[in-house]
């Protein structure tokens, strides 16, 4: 969210004097608003004024990250409300809580198991962001014990659960390294854990009791200079939740309140793993930055939740693809039927879907379409017969099966005859919806 | 410190629908149910009403389905009789209406008559008191023959009907109007054709609080994104003022997320997915949810479990917020 020239001219000292480079403050102003210069240039430019340009050019929800070296997880930054009107840019990051009261071989277990919560599907990969260390014992010796332990179970992110800033301080200290977020900040503890996470330079949590009250004591925080924040507004009802969530993204965004120009976080409040995965697929869709688990963490329940996450942070404008090459789906032979589709993934997988559910094994070969739907590609020209001539030619299927037979979408039934010709190939025209495909390849290829 | 909360004003809501009538409306249900009233965002209470919570159907099959085993399991014993199906999914799982889909009239399986169709709906309506959904095999020349057969049986009974598409939506329409039941119009992911099949059945006269939107919502995984953004935009649109995106919405979820192959594929060929029965109910629960957060009315489901988890997500859902 950009300032124009004379907006940003308006705090200029309008001195004209060029020693900025440019001869005079508009001129000045005019590459600011550019980007081609940055204020430093100007030597007259009064606090106020560097400081009101500053918090004005900043984006109105700010890039905080956790972590270091492989393992960065950039949360906030966020510039809309619905993604329609633009996408969301940082993935919720996922973190699941333990506490220091497990005994030691059920918290062995568990951090294990947390740090192998890595998944792979349609081609992607997904994976937890990390774990919440909780400090439920009191116990100094105890919260210590688990981040040593979490420490080396668990390759990616923290999150330090404690108010005691005494409680919290070791742990800090072990993980500074790993820019772990050192959650929370009250109305009790702040000023000793502002001076933590700024000693440490990490992240620090501020939770309030509720809208009014987080907003000012982020103030108060942000009046030290502290502003490395994750914001929480205190609620952990599902419906309170979602609407203090989008408060503060309003807020942020339509308003640029300062005092929630930052990355939230939620905390799941149901009592089994199932409902509490329904529960934080709310916040993880709007609007928070980071969500604490506390009852899921089998691969069954995470793995439903980090696939929405990756629905909903994917970006409207480009579509995601799939290589263009061939596939094999199920135990296929010599003589299993030949799909063509385009590479946009929905459609691919669509198909892919369906030959699965037909329980007779096939080949698909993708024609690269730029992401685009059959009929999509087909009205650019992107699914024409000579695409799939050539696709056919540069896939190598031919030397895979000893038929030449091969199904194209039935959207597309009017390429046959020049497909036939180019390629060789008998045209078989297929259904014209994926969901076609098993009637029509069980009542075509006897299994 | 006192913040300034911003809060949206809309111009307009969505549309109510009934189903359902009861004996002195002219059917024999044992109570109504209505939808949509919304005049904000999903469950936004502190800015606007949410007057009707949203509602879980089961899905009830006229002839047995080739479903997973997991899903059969809950009806092993109801397969054979839609009724007693029925009665099931209301008594036992707590369903709130029942959506029968006619599949034996398929001409690819039993094909079976418009009467026989007509004559399962019959005894679905004497098998349980709630409203009822009545879907057709799909095929859209059999459907045509089929669902004026069905509205007859059920007239009176205010039936919500489906599914009319852009290319096939007259007969339905027609049999809607000339026995006073609500239809589905389905748009295949695409806000344009959503609104011009709604303008293309109204303009046959069918009343505009008689129509359901069913957006097509994939599963989980498989493109939910696209019509989760294309259901954001319809409650836009109808608090916006757009009298043809104003109507309540349909999701489909049991058949989708059926689909996936996450649902279907067993621990023992995909160990790192995790247990397969908890992983199948959540991919129906979790596809249900999205819908529910862009926008939806109604959720079709399929597995008790699924319903379970979304019942109690939707009274969480529908505790009052506060700005
Ligand atoms: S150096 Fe500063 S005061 Fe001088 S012209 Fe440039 S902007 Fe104006």
Redesign the pocket.
């Known amino acids: 969210m950009g300032l124009t020239g004379l907006e940003i001219y308006k705090q200029?000292?309008?001195?004209?004097?060029?020693?900025?480079g440019?001869p005079?403050?508009l001129a000045?102003a005019m590459q600011l608003a550019s980007g081609k210069a940055t204020l430093d240039?100007?030597?007259?430019?009064s606090q106020e004024a560097r400081e009101a340009l500053q918090s004005a050019a900043a984006p109105p929800i700010r890039l905080v990250t956790l972590g270091a070296g492989d393992h960065v997880l950039e949360i906030g930054d966020e510039t809309v409300l619905f993604r329609h009107d633009k996408t969301f840019y940082h993935p919720a990051g996922i973190f699941i809580e333990v506490g220091d009261d497990l005994d030691e071989a059920a918290m062995d277990e568990r951090l294990r198991a947390i740090g192998e919560l890595e998944f792979e599907r349609v081609g992607q990969q997904y994976r937890v962001d990390g774990v919440a260390l909780r400090a439920t014992s009191g116990d100094a010796d105890r919260f210590l014990r688990l981040a040593q332990k979490a420490a080396a179970a668990v390759p990616w992110n923290f999150v330090i659960v404690c108010q005691d800033p005494a409680l919290a301080e070791p742990v800090v200290r072990l993980l500074a390294s790993r820019r772990p977020l050192l959650y929370a900040a009250t109305d009790d503890n702040w000023e000793k854990m502002v001076q933590l996470a700024e000693e440490h330079q990490i992240p620090l949590g501020v939770c309030g009791r509720d809208l009014d009250h987080l907003a000012e004591l982020v103030t108060k925080i942000t009046q030290r200079g502290y502003r490395e924040l994750v914001i929480d507004p205190g609620s952990r009802e599902t419906s309170q939740v979602l609407a203090d969530l989008t408060q503060i993204r309003r807020l942020a965004i339509k308003k640029k309140f300062r005092p929630f120009g930052y990355p939230t976080i939620a905390f799941t409040s149901e009592p089994d793993a199932t409902t509490e995965i329904i529960q934080a697929q709310v916040y993880v869709g709007k609007y928070a930055s980071l969500v604490v688990l506390r009852q899921a963490w089998r691969r069954s329940e995470i793995l439903p939740l980090l696939t929405w996450r990756t629905n909903v942070f994917t970006d409207p404008q480009k579509p995601i693809q799939v290589e263009p090459r061939v596939y094999e789906v199920g135990d296929v032979r010599d003589d299993s039927p030949v799909y063509v589709t385009t590479n946009f993934s929905l459609t691919y997988f669509s198909v892919e879907a369906e030959v699965e559910a037909s329980k007779i094994p096939g080949y698909i070969v993708v024609v690269n379409t730029e992401g685009t739907s059959v009929l999509t590609a087909y009205a650019a020209g992107k699914f024409t017969p000579e695409a799939v001539a050539e696709a056919l030619q540069r896939s190598g299927i031919a030397d895979r099966v000893k038929h030449r037979e091969v199904i194209i979408p039935g959207h597309v039934a009017v390429m046959s005859g020049k497909l036939q010709e180019l390629s060789g190939w008998k045209v078989i025209v297929g259904p014209r919806e994926a969901a076609g495909i098993p009637a029509f390849v069980r009542s075509r290829y006897a299994a | 410190m006192a913040v300034e909360r911003i809060m949206e004003r809309y111009t307009s809501r969505v549309r109510e629908v009934t189903l359902g009538a009861t004996a002195e409306q002219g059917g024999t249900r044992s109570h109504t149910i209505t939808v949509g009233g919304d005049s904000t965002l999903p469950f936004l209470h502190f800015e606007g009403e949410v007057p009707h919570r949203p509602v879980l159907a089961l899905e009830v099959n006229d002839v047995p389905p080739a479903w997973h085993q997991l899903l059969l399991e809950h009806y092993r014993d109801v397969l054979d009789d839609p009724g007693a199906w029925a009665a099931k999914a209301v008594r036992q799982f707590g369903a709130d209406l029942v959506c029968l889909r006619l599949v034996g009239a398929d001409p690819d399986g039993e094909n079976r008559s418009p009467e026989e169709c007509a004559q399962v709906v019959r005894r679905v309506l004497e098998a349980v008191k709630v409203p009822l959904i009545v879907i057709g095999c799909g095929d859209a020349d059999k459907d045509n023959e089929v669902m004026p057969a069905v509205a007859e049986a059920g007239a009176g009974e205010n039936l919500l009907l489906g599914i009319a598409t852009q290319e096939n939506y007259k007969t339905l329409t027609a049999a809607c109007m000339v026995h006073k039941h609500n239809i589905i119009a389905q748009s295949p992911i695409d806000i344009n054709i959503c609104k011009q099949l709604n303008i293309l059945i109204s303009e046959m006269n069918m009343p505009l609080d008689r129509i359901v939107i069913d957006p097509t919502l994939g599963a989980l995984g498989y493109g939910i994104e696209y019509t989760y953004s294309i259901m954001e935009r319809i409650r836009l649109g109808a608090l916006g003022g757009d009298s043809m995106l104003a109507m309540p919405v349909i999701v489909n979820v049991g058949y989708e997320a059926w689909r996936a192959k996450e649902a279907n594929v067993p621990e023992s060929e995909f160990p790192r997915w995790g247990d397969q029965p908890t992983r199948a109910v959540l991919w129906e629960a979790m596809t249900g949810a999205h819908g529910l957060q862009a926008g939806a009315h109604i959720v079709i489901l399929r597995n008790p479990d699924a319903l379970r988890l979304l019942r109690r997500h939707i009274e969480q859902l529908m505790v009052p917020n506060r700005a």
């Open positions: 200029l000292p309008k001195k004209n004097c060029g020693e900025c440019p005079t403050c000045f240039a100007c030597p007259y430019i």
